[in-house]
């Protein structure tokens, strides 16, 4: 037997003959809900929302920390030299000498020599490892990451990162130097004491850095006997680069009483000098009460002389990848890089200030 839902009491008496359910107090159907005086207890927590992640956006775009600039090669120009097979690097270096004699028809005197030396220099290899999991991978992706490439980007910008810190300060213990501490340097001068007594570039005038400048100009002139003079200060064959620290590159940007810059002054006197700044010049003071304080280095020197780059920044291997290893629920790959760490041909072609 049916139930009819038009007529409630004949469907009462079929469900109390044939379901044996009683409901005494129901009068009939009804399309109109009812409340009842008992208050109302839900079986489930009381919520009056949705789950938040149903209203986030996620921005598609990604961004990046930003790390250090890597301006060693931009400065002191790059090369490779060899490959990574290769432990040792050796140059020839050749220097004219002899003497001459009084003329005589029978004088056997005045003979012209050479010197030859073979300096050397040794390779440093480094090496990181990308490495993701599938299950990694798959949860990466679910926030639109692409996860390998970004651990493959990972480990390239660690070796570039080591590479650009090895062309400014080598690699200890080994034959492999950088631009700033290659033993063949000749020692930095002091700049000036300006009117504050003080010799920091932050306490100058514009007038007092300019002159600092010029005075490590001279130090050039004075070191080269000449090679280095105002004739080629103008030439653009003999281009001059001077290097700051970002700390202290914004005092050459201080104008005179005339509203004229350190810069203006070294753009009019020297045109064909290019000014450039790494945060590697900012060198750590050393001593009992150096209390973590910096020390600011200015490097000046020609650029190229003679078809000769004063710097070269030497690397055996940008990248080298060992290939894609497949484990049991993972992947790796290894990635290496060489450095010779930076070339110095000319010693004397550089002229450096510390302290200011």
């Known amino acids: 037997m049916t139930i009819q839902t038009k007529s409630w009491a004949r469907d009462r008496a079929i469900l109390a003959n044939e379901f044996g359910i009683h409901l005494p107090n129901v009068m009939d159907y ?16 009381a919520n009056n929302t949705i789950p938040s992640q149903f209203t986030t956006y996620i921005d598609p775009q990604i961004i990046d920390v930003l790390t250090a600039p890597l301006k060693a090669a931009q400065i002191y120009g790059e090369a490779k030299k060899g490959d990574w097979l290769h432990d040792t690097m050796m140059f020839t270096v050749v220097e004219p000498a002899g003497d001459v004699a009084a003329y005589g028809d029978f004088h056997q005197a005045g003979y012209s020599r050479m010197n030859t030396n073979f300096p050397q220099r040794q390779q440093f290899l480094v090496q990181a490892f990308a490495e993701w999991g599938d299950r990694e991978v798959g949860r990466a992706g679910l926030a639109n990451i692409d996860l390998p490439s970004r651990k493959r980007l990972a480990a390239a910008l660690l070796l570039n990162h080591w590479q650009n810190q090895s062309y400014f300060f080598g690699v200890s213990n080994l034959q492999n130097y950088g631009a700033l501490n290659d033993p063949n340097l000749l020692a930095p001068i002091a700049p000036k004491v300006k009117a504050s007594e003080k010799t920091a570039w932050e306490d100058a005038t514009a007038k007092e850095i300019y002159e600092d400048i010029q005075e490590l100009y001279r130090e050039l002139q004075s070191q080269t006997q000449g090679v280095v003079n105002l004739d080629n200060a103008v030439d653009m064959d003999s281009p001059l680069k001077l290097v700051v620290s970002n700390n202290v590159q914004a005092y050459l940007l201080k104008t005179n009483e005339y509203g004229i810059s350190v810069l203006d002054l070294l753009k009019k006197n020297f045109p064909n000098l290019v000014q450039m700044s790494a945060p590697q010049l900012s060198l750590d003071a050393v001593g009992e009460e150096s209390d973590n304080k910096k020390i600011e280095l200015v490097q000046l020197f020609v650029e190229n002389y003679q078809g000769i780059d004063t710097f070269t920044c030497a690397f055996s291997e940008k990248l080298r990848s060992h290939g894609v290893v497949r484990e049991s629920s993972s992947m790796k790959e290894k990635l290496t890089q060489g450095s010779w760490g930076t070339i110095l041909t000319r010693p004397v072609l550089v002229a450096q200030m510390i302290g200011v």
């Open 30 to 45: 009804s399309n109109n809900a009812r409340v009842g005086d008992s208050a109302f207890s839900a079986v489930t927590t």
